[in-house]
């Protein structure tokens, strides 16, 4: 299918229509795992990336979700003039509804916003969910969260704000590279959230963090076996 664009940023400011995104066969094995964060960050410490978060930073609004699937990436910046002139002269600068518009089924929005005003509201959640994306990431803040949760949409976001964006942020770039909390994050770059935290894995070490992660999930896996066992702690196998 053809995608267009809506208009409500300038072409040459959407990098990618069509991103490249891992492969399917990827995405389950990462989904197979679980809430996995805390074994794909210790993989990922092990192979000298740097792509985590904490939970207790990107805050999950919905407790238990879990996500695995390729970045959508969009970057927020502050509009220029009063908030005040911007809405009288009903100069709107956000663009995520862009995003939604060229996303594919699975992906993750993954924002760096502008702090203490809300990036993303509760109708922006629900046509993403319409569109098939399955959640957001957004280092800024977020508002509606009542309902993002009504509709199944999981947010994780370092802040909540009721203070609209819609006058106050502009959307300068879409399917480029963002930072979030320090983390470059490309699109299609594999994003793995949870209660725990955010694991943003580059796309070419996927396949990488993948096998080692089954690898360490296993014996983890034995070793909660034996403690249910009733093995002896100096017995257990050892974690590695």
Known sequence: MTKTLLGKIAPERVRSLDIERPPKDLIEGFKALGDATGIVSDVMDHLGIAGTLPGSLLRPTIPGATIVGPAMTLRNTVMTGHPVDNARAHRNGMAEIEAHNIAEQGDVLVIEGVPGLSNMGGISAQVAKRQGEIGAIVS???RDVAHSRRVGFPVWATEVSPITGKWRIETIEINGPVQIEGIRVNPGDLVVADDTGVCFIPR????????????RAAAE???CDAIDRGVAIRDLPSAS
């Open 140 to 142: 800024g803040g977020v």
């Open 204 to 215: 070419d070490r996927a396949r990488e963090v993948l096998e080692l992660s089954r690898k």
């Open 221 to 223: 896996d034995a070793r």
